[in-house]
């Protein structure tokens, strides 16, 4: 099994559980990283960020690439539709600048 595919049913749990985590890339991977390791609370950042790999955290961009796909598979999944306004304008300006 990939670690992609190990990854996607903790980021729907999440996304199913805690709908904040639906609108904010950041407050999704904590969560998703909480639930690998329950006492992330009692670690600094400097030590999650540079032992992830030791503690068997996901990559931040598997999580987040994980979200829209199980939000276009789930649309219940979805943000509010600012959000994904918001999400739409960003996408462009992001081709705008990766093609400039």
Known sequence: MSKCARVEPIVKKVLEEKPYTREDDF??????????????????????ML????????????????????QNKYPELLPPQAVQEARKLEETDYRTYALS
């Open 27 to 48: 407050a999704l991977v904590y969560e998703v990283f909480k639930e690998f390791l329950p006492n992330i609370d009692e670690l600094s950042f400097q030590d999650i």
């Open 51 to 70: 032992n992830h790999k030791e503690y068997g955290l996901p990559y931040f961009e598997s999580v987040r690439r994980t979200r829209p796909k199980l």
